[in-house]
């Protein structure tokens, strides 16, 4: 039963009595000063590029209809989100001729309806000043800068704007409209999927049952029916969940605790507490936002809340709760935007019980938020792996300013290259990052730059003859962190050959040596390259007659020409062995001792030139049981700064090897220090260690 006694013309009533600062006109222009700050604060933003995942929701609804954009199936396929992708995008594509300043501006707009929307909901409960103080909290915090920074943090803003629109359409008794609210919010984002608990809980009538008051909840019920059951309907069309979605006693705890953390503004560096960074608040900012708190002050001997904020309180630690538990299964790739929802709660409960409390203890608890908002959002360092308890986000505003400046500077770079490609083309990258975001799917960043649904485009390890076949061919390589046209007549099919072999994808080499042959049908090289491909898929008879067209012997060894290539070498004439060792190669080419003598002086030699990877290469396909040979490939890996994959060729040393590599210092050493250098690395399966 609810115990707070109220009554208002001789029936229960929710609505508490009014104070100074809800009437007249100081309460809503102290909002509008509120907002005016947060638009201070996210205008920057409007002058953001689009970024990873904006690139696929824009693809996804581009030239479809509104309804055939809305019913088509998810770009990414982890989430059933209809209302927040495509037909957001839809909308705003349509609206503002794709411009990522239109995204921005819609976000931003989303974000200060959020606040005046969060304001709502807390003077109903609480009063103008508890709002206010609420609002102003949410204001400053830095939850926000990741869904007002990216086009795609429309799913959040939706989310929480739907949710709070049902709360506060619960409470003023227009229930069927709060369920519709609610469908389009759940629609957007999982995370508000409780917020009919809040909604039951803030509108229980004084002095009544918890299941009268929930059933005045239904329309709500129905709206979260409805979700899982689309939701449902959508995994089963794409075969199931797209994310591997785990609830633990230890993901719901890395929950509540980031939630606190989250609250007060408190992610640092990696190195421990001590590595906060060094940020003070936007000045003019928060002191508009303290300006407005101060100029609505609680009336003189107000009293410490009573029941009402008790009231008030109780329902926002509520709320932080319903919106902290949808994160838990997530919490190994939290960030604090995904508490957006979440600290409208803890906005509210402080609100309230700081409303009628001394006016500076609201203005300092505002500006220890802001500071502590502040420090996390100067960060310079994003948590790059899957971990629940990381001390940072693992998508902050340094991840999107770092990603979303490359994107934008490689477009440049992609656009004063080739200001016009052919209909139909396909673009091949290399050397770019796998975290910038600017190569994703087949394409949509390409298609989206020249307007063009013709368009594909894929990383230069995918190459296939499919792809090779379908229109005009470029290709593009980073370089220096610049990217820039790569000639399609000159040595390109190798590079994309070599590229591949070191990355572990034969199949993309292959399909390029096979282009390459295409062209030059008598190219010894390419038949060179292409012998070992084959060996090592397990076709020795097209690796035979290949070592034949390339003019070598397949011959086994030993090769007696190493003797005199040793001794060569003993004497330090390392370009007299380099003669040697080819002409063992051409007269014994199915000696792996040969090929590893000759990959060993090529990575003495020119360590990043193709002849010591193919040679390399070539010594483990014909002798895959050999650990020296795994050692070897794992050396050139790293040379070629292929890292996971060189970890995974050592593992692989190391578990065929025995004692002899378990004695490798110098090897485990190399292991070891990839593993503390890339997050990535440290998650690849170990061989065990004796």
Known sequence: MIREPAVAGGRASAAPPATRADRGWRAPLALLMLLAAAAWLGWPALRLPFFADDFLFLDAVRGRAWLAALLAPDPIGNFHRPVSRQLYFWLVARAGGESPAVFHAVNLGLWLAVLA??????????????????????????????????????????AVAGALAAIRLHIAGRRALAGAALLLAALSKEVVLLAPVVAVIAEARP????????RRGWPLGIAVGAWGLLAFVAARARG??????????GGALAALAHLAQVSVGLEWRTGGFTRLAGARPPVVPLAIVLAALAWVAPARGASRGGP???????????????GTLPIAPVAAIWSAYYYLFALCGVALALGAWLAPRPPALALA???????GSARSSALDQFAPVRDAWSARSHINRFYIARASSTVQRYLRQLRAARPVVPPRSTLFFAGLAGNVGFQTGDGPVVRWSYRDTSLRSYFATDFD????????LFFFEVRDDSLSESEADGDVFYRLASGSLVSDRPASARAALLYQIGKTPEDPLAQYWLAWIDLDGGDRASAIEALRRAG?????????????????????????????????????????????????LYLVTAPSEAPALVEAYAARALAPEWPGAWRRWGMVQLQHERYLEAVASFEHYFSISGDEGARDAEAHGWVDALRRKFPAAA???AAPRR
């Open 465 to 472: 003859a499919e792809k090779a076949t379908r229109g005009p």
């Open 552 to 600: 070598v012997t397949p011959a086994p060894g030993p090769a007696p020409e190493l003797a005199r290539a040793l001794a060569a070498l003993r004497a330090r004439d390392t370009v007299g062995a380099l003669g040697v060792a080819r002409l063992a190669i051409t007269a014994h080419a199915l000696d792996p001792g040969a090929h590893a003598l000759l990959s060993d």
């Open 365 to 371: 608890v505002v500006a220890i938020v802001a500071s």
């Open 207 to 214: 002095g009544e049952s918890w299941s009268r008051a929930a």
């Open 683 to 685: 998650q690849l399966p």
């Open 308 to 322: 009402r904020a008790a009231r008030a309180i109780a329902v926002g630690l509520v709320w932080a709760l319903a």
């Open 117 to 158: 929307l969060s304001y709502s909901v807390a003077r109903r409960l609480a009063g103008a000043r508890a709002a206010l103080i609420a609002a102003g909290l949410l204001a400053m915090h830095y939850a926000a800068d990741v869904p007002v920074r990216w086009a795609s943090g429309s799913q959040d803003l939706l």
């Open 240 to 249: 199931g969940p797209g994310d591997a979605l785990a609830i633990t006693p």
